[in-house]
């Protein structure tokens, strides 16, 4: 089934490790995004890319990094320079082609935790 | 920021219809109204989105009123799978510049379908 997957589900780092989440979909997607969720807030925006080898900072960028070598694959890592990484993180795609309201589509996040 | 209201909770019994309501007064003539809805600890699933006109798909159905500052999403027969948190969100064409390449979740509202 076409979909977006993270993984892995739920993620623990050490202090002062980076650690890398995986996002991967296979719609076909041209955009991809990478958001912050913290317990009872919204969704707040990280990292997104409109195409391979671009992408832009969001609100809360510091601290993070990815990379869009291919069109599937939009990997975070979470660097030991965020101090406050415990949170579910959740990545979204978009089609840009056709319509200009597309919808965005989320994979099922991952949760990650300090030991 | 969200440029949208809606109450923190709501209930419903199971089997009758959910009207979940959405103000968003600011909003202008090219944006859409999304609805999505987040069942704890997955990801943000889309529902519906319409402009002007009322839509329905399979899963529920939009009313926007005339003046364009609310609408109400519709889940005609509740189930107690339907149990989650409901997101009304505001945003124009993602091609048009501004903040349009994102989503903003406010905090949205939690249904509780009761048997």
């Known amino acids: 089934d076409g979909g977006i997957t993270q993984s892995p589900k739920y993620l623990f780092r050490k202090e002062g490790q980076n650690v890398t989440l995986s996002c991967e979909q296979n719609?076909?997607?041209?955009?991809m995004y990478w958001y912050r969720q913290d317990p009872g807030q919204g969704l707040r925006l990280i990292y997104y890319?409109?195409?391979?080898?671009?992408?832009q900072k969001g609100d809360i960028a510091e601290g993070y990094s990815v990379s869009r070598e291919k069109k599937e694959s939009f990997p975070l890592t979470v660097t030991s320079a965020q101090k406050n990484p415990t949170a579910f993180y959740l990545c979204?795609?978009?089609?840009?082609?056709?319509?200009?309201?597309?919808?965005?589509?989320f994979g099922d996040g991952t949760r990650l935790s300090i030991l | 920021d969200a440029k949208t209201t809606q109450p923190p909770s709501m209930d419903c019994a199971e089997g009758r219809a959910a009207n979940l309501p959405c103000n968003h007064s600011?909003?202008?003539?090219?944006?859409?109204v999304y609805w999505y809805r987040q069942i704890h600890s997955q990801g943000p699933q889309y529902i519906i989105h319409?402009?002007?006109?009322?839509e329905t798909n399979e899963m529920a159905s939009l009313i926007i009123t005339e003046d364009r500052k609310s609408s109400t999403l519709i889940l005609p027969h509740a189930t107690l799978r339907d149990t989650a948190v409901y997101y009304c969100?505001?945003?124009?064409?993602w091609g048009s510049g501004g903040s349009n390449y994102k989503l903003t979740f406010g905090k949205g509202t939690l249904l509780t379908v009761n048997p």
């Open positions: 979204a795609s978009l089609l840009k082609q056709g319509a200009d309201n597309q919808p965005q589509h």
């Open positions: 719609l076909n997607h041209d955009a």
């Open positions: 890319s409109q195409i391979v080898n671009d992408f």
């Open positions: 600011t909003i202008s003539g090219n944006e859409y």
């Open positions: 319409g402009l002007k006109n009322n």
């Open positions: 969100i505001v945003r124009g064409f």
